[in-house]
């Protein structure tokens, strides 16, 4: 004899709810997977799919603003010549910003290189034997920060930490910030 719809119902809907948020807690691990294959099988579409670009850049941008107000505004001053200056850096900084936030430099970036390491004649990945293909997020410590962040920290080449940000907009996890330490 089936069971009235009254007593089914409240648990169907109960384990519904409790599957969804398994799969949006699971999400950001989902990504980071995802990330890693892409990276490892130098993927620029995958990995492409799993970042959002513009919040990306624009993050960047602003910490490398930042980073030059910082350490060369002051000295700047009130001169023509060091105001050009200034602009001319973020010129040079806003370039840099655009090589980090591609497929490749952020591929470098979490394997702790720096954009100008990934660069620097090596084989192509394809060529290289899957057991020497790079590790991106190797010894990297996770953690939530809210229900809708989710963060991935690693030392660069450096020792310097970088995290990286998740961001989640319905049920998609999408890198969307990469917190730089400015470096040597």
């Given at each position: 004899?089936?069971?009235?719809?009254?007593?089914?119902?409240p648990?169907?809907?109960a384990?519904?709810?409790?599957?969804?948020?398994?799969?949006?807690a699971?999400?950001?691990?989902?990504?980071?997977r995802?990330?890693?294959?892409?990276?490892?099988?130098?993927?620029?579409?995958?990995?492409?799919?799993?970042?959002?670009?513009?919040?990306?850049?624009?993050?960047?941008?602003?910490?490398?603003?930042?980073?030059?107000a910082r350490?060369?505004?002051?000295?700047?001053?009130?001169?023509l010549?060091?105001?050009?200056?200034?602009q001319?850096?973020?010129?040079v900084?806003?370039?840099?910003?655009?090589?980090?936030?591609?497929?490749?430099?952020?591929?470098?970036?979490?394997?702790?290189?720096?954009?100008?390491?990934?660069?620097?004649?090596?084989?192509?990945?394809?060529?290289?034997?899957?057991?020497q293909?790079?590790?991106?997020f190797?010894?990297?410590?996770?953690?939530?920060e809210?229900?809708?962040r989710?963060?991935?920290a690693?030392?660069?080449?450096?020792?310097?930490p970088?995290?990286f940000?998740?961001?989640?907009?319905?049920l998609?996890?999408?890198?969307?910030?990469?917190?730089?330490?400015?470096g040597p």
């Amino acid at each position: 004899m089936p069971l009235p719809a009254r007593r089914w119902l409240p648990w169907a809907l109960a384990a519904l709810a409790l599957a969804l948020a398994a799969y949006v807690a699971a999400g950001p691990f989902l990504t980071v997977r995802a990330i890693q294959q892409a990276v490892r099988a130098d993927d620029s579409r995958a990995l492409a799919r799993q970042v959002d670009f513009p919040a990306l850049r624009a993050s960047l941008r602003a910490q490398a603003e930042d980073w030059l107000a910082r350490e060369y505004g002051e000295r700047a001053g009130g001169s023509l010549l060091g105001q050009w200056g200034l602009q001319a850096a973020r010129g040079v900084a806003g370039g840099a910003v655009d090589a980090m936030a591609t497929p490749i430099g952020l591929a470098a970036l979490m394997e702790g290189r720096r954009i100008w390491s990934r660069v620097d004649g090596r084989p192509p990945l394809h060529t290289v034997p899957e057991a020497q293909r790079p590790q991106p997020f190797r010894d990297a410590a996770y953690r939530y920060e809210s229900p809708s962040r989710f963060t991935i920290a690693i030392a660069d080449e450096d020792g310097q930490p970088m995290v990286f940000v998740l961001t989640r907009r319905g049920l998609r996890w999408r890198l969307s910030d990469i917190r730089v330490s400015p470096g040597p």
